[in-house]
């Protein structure tokens, strides 16, 4: 049997085609497709139409020879996956036996008043369709083989689709594409633009294995790698290298690691508190850092403020904003030293830049400044900034997390 | 030209085959274009590859007269959607010297450095392509047309996607396929569950026009009316009467109205200034109020915290605490009051809950308070909330938008 290199994913409902529901089972698909090395060339959405649904499946076959549907297979009326597959293949439906006892038993089990006379529907098969159980609804799932193409029928609703891909589809698929499970590695760097990354590692785009893709993030930019093959771990760990000696610190993390979460473990890691005077984000760092449960080990508090005036009031000196603005650097080292003194941490951080400063605060706009105070004393960081209001304080609360973790590598 | 029935929409980019991230344009612009009176026959989501992406279009303007396509207009290698559009129409590329200019002129207006040689591809056309303005990122959309088809190329990323829709592809389309339009009303409620909205307007379900859809969503449910024809106004002012005699106070808005920016429209009205006391929502409250941008004119600050220790450093008697316990009425009002007197504002909220309470704080986990102080005394309310951490966090900080609403409007 041929590999499929490219599977295809067919999500059916017309309510994904009038936009009233999300289409999660085909992220989820071709997640899992992927984590077994089957990619997926193309997904598809069709509404509950014969005229519709019929042609997708049939272009599909023509294009691969896997193919995974999910949704249509209800026992009502515009329930019409399985009479769409059978009219593609040629073949008859007619009504399992066993099948249909299975539905009676599964409504008798299930306390529900008798089966209604729609629900036979669902047990309707094909000579080249094998039933795949489903214990979590009334719709078998299908298993169809005809000539080198397998088609693998799947329940829509989530509760029922996910079971039934980990406990029966899952397992056949690796049992029949064996060894091809691909490997992926994620690199997350902050401090350049998507452009300027783009450039730097511009001759690793040509590579077939591993390849590699660009992604803008609101945590900056991803690097992914994507390899193959009995090699794959050296491939891959040779060009992470290579990618690594390029963009050097500017990594600050790899696949499922998030900044919060990093910051998270280095300060649980070393026993270190953290506070913050925040004058920049409006919250969006605090919000961050306590999206991490484990925060509540180590946050002691923030004092997030809006205007120039409360930012003296809570003890910065009249004198230095005078002298060098509110928006500079030592403002945001004097934040940082009161963030460390009030809320009585370990580490504490100063943001000064746009939201909440009242304009006429020095610095031009899209400046800011990132200060840090701990037991060796002060540092401090710029920060150019978009000057768009909620990307700014993204960026800027991104920015202080990515200079915490250097700071505290050191 | 003839009226679409049917649109397609296509959804480019390699990490949605990937299974990365969930394909939600293709819900937007699906639920976008139905308000219009456009189906969609199908939805195509292809990856980062030019053998694999012409075909699509090709195929779907075999199909329909319009096609509307998300992503692939970035500046990099693998951005690769003008080219498959270009090459499906037979047409050759070239740089448009006033794009280029207006692309030059972005990153100078964003402070960023010189535009990256690799950006000039966001400035190339087609001789049947118009571009289309996107103020919020490089990648202008294409607006084409040829022998009776229109494919519109919208911009990936949501932020930038969907203000090109509302403010530019939205009104083209009207422009285009008059008198199709449907009426639609939002309406917007807090404080009850959905199963409990869904029975009260459960009559309500089964009208044809206006329809009426339930949806949970991150600031409570949503009801949608969507109604049409000539008599759609009177139609849809009729139910949406019936359904606010029904839930009365629990609806807070309608349409696009949010809580942060009701609250906001309400301080700004009565010139009234803002401060929080949060030991409950981690800085989720304080991030929603200042994600709207009139905040920096009355939002005066927050103090955020993580612990019983530094809750009581910060004013609230430590014989309250011992008396009624951190997560109670009197704590909510004290810590309602020591904002509103810290931050010198007119309200002070306090928030006591979850997130940053070390356990052992008196009430069981899952309740928490809201106090509000004002020129007028304080108040309080109970919020139940459900026990995982993120999204108790922004429960409780709808919650405390919600009951400011209220106190505003008395």
Redesign the interface.
């Known amino acids: 049997m041929t590999i499929h290199n490219q599977a295809e994913i067919i999500s059916i409902g017309t309510e994904?085609?009038?936009?009233?529901?999300?289409?999660?089972n085909?992220?989820?698909?071709?997640?899992?497709?992927?984590l077994i090395g089957i990619?997926?060339?193309?997904?598809?959405?069709?509404?509950d139409d014969k005229t519709?649904l019929t042609p997708?499946f049939r272009?599909a076959l023509a294009r691969t020879d896997l193919v995974l549907a999910s949704g249509g297979l209800g026992p009502t009326d515009d329930d019409l996956t399985r009479d769409c597959v059978a009219e593609v293949l040629g073949e008859t439906p007619f009504l399992d036996a066993a099948l249909e006892q299975d539905l009676r038993d599964y409504f008798t089990r299930s306390g529900r008043q008798q089966m209604p006379a729609h629900n036979v529907r669902q047990a309707m098969l094909i000579p080249s369709a094998k039933p795949i159980p489903n214990p979590n609804g009334t719709a078998p799932g299908w298993w169809v083989e005809k000539n080198g193409k397998i088609i693998v029928l799947i329940p829509g609703p989530p509760r029922e689709m996910e079971p039934m891909w980990r406990n029966e589809i899952r397992p056949r698929l690796i049992d029949r594409f064996p060894g091809k499970v691909a490997l992926t590695r994620t690199l997350k760097v902050f401090g350049m633009?998507?452009?300027?990354v783009?450039?730097l590692v511009?001759p690793f785009?040509h590579l077939d294995n591993p390849t590699l893709?660009?992604?803008?993030k609101p945590d900056g930019i991803h690097l992914r790698l994507i390899s193959r093959g009995d090699n794959a771990i050296a491939l891959i760990n040779n060009i992470e290298k290579q990618i690594r000696d390029i963009l050097k610190d500017h990594i600050w993390g790899a696949d499922e690691d998030t900044l919060p979460g990093a910051t998270a473990d280095l300060l649980l890691k070393k026993g270190l508190t953290l506070a913050v005077f925040d004058c920049g984000?409006?919250?969006?760092?605090?919000?961050l850092?306590?999206?991490v449960?484990s925060?509540?080990r180590y946050?002691?508090?923030?004092?997030?403020?809006?205007?120039d005036a409360?930012k003296t009031?809570f003890g910065i000196a009249a004198e230095l904003v005078a002298e060098h603005g509110a928006i500079s650097t030592a403002a945001a080292e004097a934040m940082a030293v009161i963030a460390r003194s009030k809320?009585?941490s370990d580490i504490g951080l100063g943001i000064t830049g746009i939201?909440?400063i009242?304009g006429a605060a020095g610095e031009?706009?899209?400046t800011a400044f990132i200060g840090l105070a701990d037991a060796q004393g002060t540092v401090h960081w710029h920060q150019?900034i978009?000057?768009?209001?909620?990307?700014a304080?993204n960026q800027l609360a991104i920015a202080a997390l990515f200079h915490l973790r250097e700071r505290l590598l050191e």
Chains 1, 2 share one sequence.
């Open positions: 994904l085609l009038m936009g009233e529901i999300v289409d999660t085909a992220k989820y698909l071709a997640a899992e497709l992927r990619e997926v060339g193309r997904a598809t959405t069709a509404g519709q997708v272009e633009g998507e452009a300027t783009n450039e511009a785009f893709g660009i992604y803008a984000t409006g919250g969006t760092l605090s919000n850092i306590n999206g449960e925060s509540l946050y002691r508090g923030s004092l997030v403020t809006g205007t409360v009031a809320f009585n939201s909440g009242d031009a706009p899209g150019t978009i000057p768009r209001h909620n990307l304080r």
